[in-house]
C-alpha cells in the first residue's frame, strides 16, 4: 500500500506526472485514483488509475521537493501557484463559504437547507418547501457548496421533460454548473461514439434526464443503474414516491430506488412530498436513508427529522416581503344569462340511471357535467356528444339507455343555444381583461396567464380572444399536456422572450407544476377553479413566486346562478379559495384542509360534497376542523395547537444555525485572480480583452480550453467564433438573464465568472502547473519577516478511509538563524507578510542552497503538528461515530423484530415463509452493513497525512 494519497498530491505513473483530483473505493474495496496530467503531453488530460494495478505508481515524496528561485515579476508566478492550492484546498468544516455568492438575490432560508445537509454524515434530504420559494436555488446552493469541497465531480438530474431546460438553465446561468441534456437521441449519439461494452453514462460527467426517457428504456435504463454519481437530484420527487393504497411501485418509483443507491448524496425536491399516506412518504425518506424508518406505516417525526427541509410562505414572511410583493386576489363573478340559466335548470333536474349504474367509481356524471358547465359550454358540450356517441353505438341498449338519450339531447340543445355573447363568464372576461386590467396587449412585459383546465375551452378562449381584443394569432398560445415536449418547452421559452409575439399563455394543468412564468407576467386568471387547494397552489406558484418583482394579480372566475343548488356549487368553490388565502397567511399547507393530499383526491371530494348536497357553511366548517387536526397523516404535526403554528413552523430554525465562512485568498478577488493568472500565461487567449472598470473578461477559447467544453452543453459554448464574456457582478448575470429574454435569445451570453466556471478551474489547473515536477517556490520578502528568518509554508491533509480529506491544515515552519522558532497558521503569516495585498518588488534569484537541510526538519515539525490536530479531530469523531454505531445496531434490532412480527402471523406454508423470512433479512443485514461500513471508512482518518511545501518565504537582506 502507497502511502497516503490525498486531493492536490503529485504522483508519477505510466512515465508522467498527474495531479490528484480525488481518490475514491471502487465496490471490491481498492482505490481509485482520479487525476489530470501535469507532464507536456499529457497536461489537462484526466485519468483514472486502481492502485493494484499499477507497478510504476509512486507519490512523490515532500522531503525531496526542490527549492528554486521564482524570477517572475512581482513573484506572480508564486503567487498564482500558492493562490491555486488553496482554491484546491477543501473545507473540513460545515460553513457556507460559496452558495451564498451565486447570482441570485440569496435570502436567508434559502441557505438553511444546505446549512442542515452539510451536517449530515452524508447529504441526503428532501427539500420539500411550498411552491415558489426556489427550491431549485436551494438545491444549487447545496451542489455548490458539495463541488468546492470536491463531492460534484458527476452530478445526473432526474426530472420532467417540461423542466429539462428550465432546470439546466437555472443551474448554469446562476451556479454555472453546466448539464448536458440526456435524451434517447442524445444517448444513441453517444453510442456511436464509445466501444460497445462502454457505458454512456459515463461520457459526461454532468447530466438531466427526464424520468420518463428513462423508465420507457430497458437498455438504457440498465446501463445507468451500472453507473455511479457524487450527487443525484430528483426533481419533483412525488413523481417517484410509491403512491395508492394496495398499489406495488411504478416504474418511476422502482428506478428511483435503484437509483438512490447510485450515489452517495440524494437531493430530492418536492412541493407536494406525500398524498397522506405514511407509506408514501416512508418510500422518500427509505430512498435517503434505509434504516431510519422501522415500520412503514408508524413512524414518528423524530425518526425522519434530519431527511427534510419543509417550510411555507408565511415561514420565511420576513425574508419573502423584500423580494416578492403580497399578492392580490379576487374573485370575479358573472351572473348567468337566460341560456345558461336553462341548461342549469336542466343539469338540476337529470336523473341519468342507465349511465350512473354503470360506473365503477369516481363521480356521478352529472356532477362531471356540471363541472364541465362550470367551465364553458364549449367543454360541457363536449363531453355531451361524446357520451351520446357511445351511447347510440350500444347494441344492447334498453329503455334505461333510451331515457338518459332523451335527458342528453336535451341538455345538448340547450347548450347549442348557449351562444358567445350568452357566455357570462366568458363576457365578464373580456370586461376583466380591458376594463378592469386596462389591458391592451400592448407591453411586451405585461402578459396574462390563463388557466382551464378543459381542453375544449382553450380552444374555444384561443380563438375568441383573439377575435374580441384584436389580437394576431400568434398573440396567443396554448399549452397543454398532450403537445410534444419540443412544442411545450418552446411556448415557455417564448412566454418569457420580450420580443416574442405572444401575449397571452392559456394553459391546462401541464404549466401548473414547476415553470417559471413570472418573467414578464404578474396577472394570472382562473377561468374554472379546480377542485383542488394543491392544484389552486401550483397554478398560483407560477406568478407568485420568487424573482416576482411586481405584485401577482390573481382572480378567480365563478358563475353565479338564480337556482339554489346550481349556485350551492360556486359557494362551495369560494370556500376553496378562501381556504387558500388561509393557507398562505397562516397554516402554510393547504392540502390538510382537506387531508387527503392528492389533487385527484381533494376533486373526488369535492364532488362527494356536491353530490351529498353539503353546504357551504358546512363544508367549510369541516376543513377547519381538518385543519385543526392535521388530515390522516400527522408527520408535519405543526398544527396539533393552533396557538403555536408560528413558533413550531418546522422547528428546524431553533437545531440549525446557518454559518457563513470565507476562505483564505491572496487576491481580492476571483476577478483579480482570473486576471492575473490570464495575463501570466505563456501565450495570451487570442482576443483577450480585460475591462476592469466594468468588471468583466472577454477571450476566444484557446484551443486547451475548448477542449474542455467540448463535454459541456453546447448551449453554453459560444457559438460561430463569438468571444467568451464574463463578469463577475451577480447583478450583470441576472440582467444579462432578462436582457436575453428580451433579445429572443433561450441562453443569455455572458457568463458568471466566479469559481466553479469552467474557466476558472482550467486558470487553477493552470497555476498549479506553474512550477516543474516535484518544485517549490522560494520567495524574498521583507514586510513582517525577522531577521533571518525562513518559513517554509506546507499543506497538510488527513483523509478519511475513503479518500475523502477530513482535516486541511495550511501551516508555516518558520526558523531563524537557521534555528526552529514555532509553527503557526498560514492565515498568520499571510496577515503579518501582507502577503498579496501589496506589490513585491523581486530583487532577483534568492538563495537556496542553505535551505536543503531544513525541509526535512520543517516536515517533522509540520508532522507533530498535523498529528496533534488528528488527535483533536478524532476526539470529536469518537462519540459521533460510537453513537452511529449504536443507532445503527438499535434500528436493526426494531428492523428484525417487526420482521419477526410480520411473519407470526404468516399462514403460508412453512418452506415459502422461511424462504421469504431469510431473503428479507439478508436485505437487512446488507443495507445496515451497508450504511455502517460506510460510517465507519468516513468517520476514521487515515494515520498519516499527505504533506506538500508549497512555498518558502526567507527574509530579504
Sequence with gaps: MLRTIAPGARILCRDAEWLVKSTTQSSDGSRVIKAVGVSEFIRGRTAQFIENLEDDLQVLRPEETELIADTSSGYKHSLLFIESHLRQTVPDDRRIYLGQQAAMDVMNYQLLPASKALQMPR?????????????????????????????????????????????????????????????????????TRIPGNHNPFHYYDRSIISIDTLKQDREYRSFLERAYWDIIIIDEAHNVARRGKGQGASQRAKLAERLSTRSDTLILLSATPHDGRPESFASLMNMLDPTAIVNESNYTKDDIRDLYVRR????????????????????????????????FEI??????????????AGQLFKTTLLKAMLSSPAACLETVTNRLKRLTKREDADEADRHDIGELEDLK?????????????????????????????????????????????????????????????????????????????????????????VRILIATEVASEGLNLHYLSHKLIHFDIPW????????????????????PEIRYMLTRSQLERMDEVERIVKVLLDKDEQAIKNIGDPSVFMGVFEAEAEEEVIARVIEEGTSAEAFSQQLDENAATGGEFNI???????????????????????????????????????????QSLEKLPPNLNINEAERFIELQLPAELERRYDRLPREIRPQNNALLHLSDRPETIMKAMEDARRQEATWTSKQYLWDLHPLMEWLTDRCLFRFGRHQAPVLLLHDGMASQEVT?????????????????????????????????????TVQRTELGQRPIPNPGAAEVDDLSPLRTQAIAKAMTYLQKERQVCDTTLAPKLKEQRERLERLKGYHIEQLELRFEDDKRPEAIKQQRRQGELSYIEKIFKDYRDWVELSMTTEPDPYIKIVAVFRRNG
Design 123 to 191: 447529504q441526503r434530504i428532501l427539500i420539500a418547501d411550498a411552491v415558489g420559494l426556489g427550491k431549485t436555488l436551494e438545491c444549487g446552493i447545496l451542489v455548490s457548496e458539495l463541488i468546492r469541497r470536491g463531492q460534484g465531480r458527476r452530478i445526473l438530474v432526474v426530472t420532467t421533460k417540461s423542466m429539462m431546460v428550465q432546470f439546466q438553465k437555472e443551474f448554469w446561468i446562476r451556479f454555472t454548473i453546466p448539464l448536458v441534456r440526456l435524451d434517447s437521441m442524445q444517448l444513441q449519439r453517444i453510442r
Design 532 to 551: 383542488s387547494l394543491m392544484t389552486l397552489q401550483q397554478r398560483n406558484g407560477r406568478i407568485d413566486r420568487y424573482g416576482q418583482n411586481r405584485q
Design 347 to 360: 343539469l338540476n333536474e337529470l336523473k341519468l340511471h342507465s349511465i350512473d349504474s354503470r360506473r365503477k
Design 792 to 828: 517554509f509554508v506546507l499543506f497538510g491533509s488527513f483523509p478519511n478511509r475513503r479518500g475523502s480529506p477530513v482535516i486541511n491544515r495550511w501551516v508555516s515552519v518558520v526558523f531563524e538563524r537557521g534555528k526552529f522558532i514555532r509553527v503557526e497558521l498560514f492565515s498568520d
Design 636 to 678: 408535519f404535526d405543526w398544527y396539533d395547537n393552533p396557538d403555536e403554528v408560528e413558533e413550531s413552523a418546522e422547528g428546524i430554525d431553533d437545531q440549525v444555525t446557518v454559518e457563513e465562512g470565507t476562505l483564505l485568498s491572496l487576491f481580492p478577488s476571483t476577478f483579480q485572480y482570473a486576471i492575473t493568472a490570464l
Design 413 to 501: 340543445q340547450a347548450l347549442v343555444r348557449v351562444r358567445v355573447e350568452d357566455f357570462s363568464k366568458y363576457q365578464r372576461l373580456l370586461k376583466l381583461i380591458q376594463k378592469d386590467f386596462g389591458w391592451m396587449g400592448r407591453d411586451a412585459k405585461d402578459r396574462l396567464v390563463i388557466f382551464s383546465g378543459r381542453l375544449e375551452t382553450l380552444r374555444f378562449l384561443k380563438e375568441q380572444l383573439v377575435k374580441d381584443l384584436g389580437l394576431k394569432p400568434e398573440a396567443v398560445s396554448v399549452l397543454d399536456g398532450g403537445m410534444p415536449d419540443f412544442d411545450q418547452t418552446r411556448i415557455v421559452e417564448e412566454f418569457g422572450q420580450e420580443n416574442a409575439k
Design 312 to 343: 411555507f410562505k408565511k415561514d420565511v414572511l420576513q425574508d419573502l416581503k423584500q423580494h416578492v410583493p403580497e399578492r392580490n386576489v379576487e374573485a370575479i363573478e358573472a351572473q348567468a344569462s337566460p341560456a345558461e340559466e336553462d341548461v
